[in-house]
């Protein structure tokens, strides 16, 4: 219930934002998207992140393939050191070529950089406050001209294990629920995102390998100078497999 009642707030919190935006054109589909998404640790604090995905949409006006890689380092605890919390910084790079049906495809390079707070921290329950810049280079590739974005992110996202007590069968279990918001300072010429909203439920199958499977809603300004969006139904299927380390 107390989930439910996190995820109604958040529509309710978004739902004016969204009739607030001006747009002239808009449009509903249903997206798909797969990823694996490996971790090596390096050391204790340092983790190699990686990830490989697909996305596809329907109506078909566009697939996706991207890819990113980054680098995390876990801050050490130097107050409040009683507190159940930790603290990362993180920077990476994401790489994507969006094949277009009827446009010309593009390329986008998209550094970020971010801090992740996850406070509180709890053996069953766990709240992750993530805060994102990115900075995006596009080129369409008929005519290889350039675009520039710059976006502003932050992310709240909460996940609640099952233990094996509450549910005798439930053991690696887990549900989370997120909601994402981006500031884009300056708009590219495809793929603004504006909000997300993300429920799920996921299995920890081993201390290595993890699967989750997500329902969400996606707000995008797809086309910034014709002021079209869309809004989006998102099946996700996510793969996560920690590579053992010196961690």
């Known amino acids: ?22 747009t002239n054109t808009s449009t509903v589909n249903n997206q798909i998207w797969l990823d ?28 996706k393939l991207y890819a990113t890689t ?44 971010g801090y992740t707070l996850t406070w509180p921290n ?6 992750q406050h993530n805060a994102e810049l990115g900075q995006r280079f596009q080129w369409g590739v008929k005519d290889w001209d350039y675009s520039f974005g710059l976006k502003l992110s932050y992310e709240a996202t909460i996940v609640f294990k099952f233990k094996g007590d509450l549910w005798e069968h439930g053991k690696g279990f887990f549900l989370s629920a997120s909601a994402k918001f981006w500031w884009n300072l300056i708009t590219a010429t495809v793929f603004n995102d504006v909000v997300r909203i993300t429920p799920g439920i996921g299995y920890q199958i081993n201390p290595y390998w993890k699967t989750s499977f997500f329902i969400g809603y996606n707000y995008t300004r797809n086309l910034s100078s014709e ?16 590579i053992p380390g010196r961690g």
């Open 36 to 63: 694996f998404n490996p971790k090596w640790k390096i050391s204790e604090r340092v983790d190699l992140i990686g990830k490989v995905g697909a996305k596809s949409i329907y109506p078909k006006a566009w697939y």
């Open 1 to 22: 219930m107390f989930k439910v009642c996190i995820i109604i707030a958040l529509f309710l919190f978004v739902s004016p934002v969204l009739t607030a935006q001006e």
């Open 227 to 242: 002021r079209f969006h869309t809004d989006n139904i998102i099946y996700r299927l996510r793969i996560y497999y920690t």
């Open 122 to 127: 709890r053996e069953r329950l766990d709240l």
């Open 70 to 113: 980054e680098i995390s380092y876990a801050i050490p605890k130097n107050i409040f050191k009683k507190l159940k919390y930790n603290e990362r910084v993180y920077a990476g790079v994401d790489f994507y070529y969006v094949f277009f049906i009827d446009l010309p495809d593009v390329i986008e390079i998209s550094p970020y950089q």
